[in-house]
């Protein structure tokens, strides 16, 4: 007989519209709620800005396989706990959104739990330190939302998608001089930019009058070197990331794992 103890798994990251059904019928077939022995969960009960944890006290060998495989194939971070067994301790799964999934020893209170072989392999206090940062990953919020740049064609788990985040700017670059005016280097400049920006870059312009412009900004000089700002008329509107941003327009971000899946 296949061991049932209790789990919870808390998911966050972005998900296309387009993959939601298939989703909610994965959390339907673990028969997931929001709290133990709770209703089973419906779409309506999504708080916006928070991650999604749902738990149930009778899953087959601890794990959401197929649900933990979803969310490992779309790039959706998560965190699964499940209690021990007389075959398992109880164990922690995390996936960061990039990489692999790690499993790591807790107790019952999913804290987590280092081994004296670990704790000697990290070498130094800084590196049990970085470990235990690792293992603790808070795992940011669930939306659905529409992407930009999401190619509808390509099915699955091989549609990468960018991961848009808080804001989106359009920046528009025109020459105020002739070509043969400008600098060699600065020819090439001229043109229509989109700006990705996350709420750390915003953040960083917290003080200003327009953040979200002068952060797009600072991503646009960070990101294109000009020989002689005075040739050139520089435009910045901001658009909502679920607009169309125009077809050739030169993708931006000061992180960019934003940019996945966009063609630049």
Known sequence: MVERVSAFITIGGRLSPDHLP??????????????????????????????LCLMNHEVAL??????????FARGLPFRRWCDGSRSWMPQRALFNGEGDI?????????????????????????????????ADFVIPAFEIIELIGADKSIPGPERELPAMS?????VKVRASVAD??????????????AIALDQADIDRRADDDEP????????FHDCIAIGNLDDFEIDVEVVSCLASVPEGAQW???DMSLMRGISQ
């Open 252 to 254: 931006l971000a000061r």
């Open 22 to 51: 298939e989703f909610l019928d994965l959390i339907a077939q673990e028969d997931l709620s929001l709290e133990w022995d709770g209703e089973p969960f419906e779409i309506s009960q999504l708080v916006a800005g928070k991650s």
């Open 180 to 193: 043969d005016a400008l600098e060699i280097e600065d020819r090439s400049v001229p043109g229509l930019y």
């Open 62 to 71: 601890g794990q959401f396989s197929r649900l933990e495989d979803f969310c």
């Open 212 to 219: 979200i412009i002068e952060a797009a900004k600072d991503i």
């Open 102 to 134: 790690s499993y790591i020893a807790t107790d019952g209170a999913d804290r987590v739990l280092l081994d004296r072989e670990t704790m000697n392999s990290l070498g130094s206090f800084d590196g049990i330190v970085v470990w235990y940062d690792a």
């Open 166 to 170: 808080v804001a989106c700017c359009l």
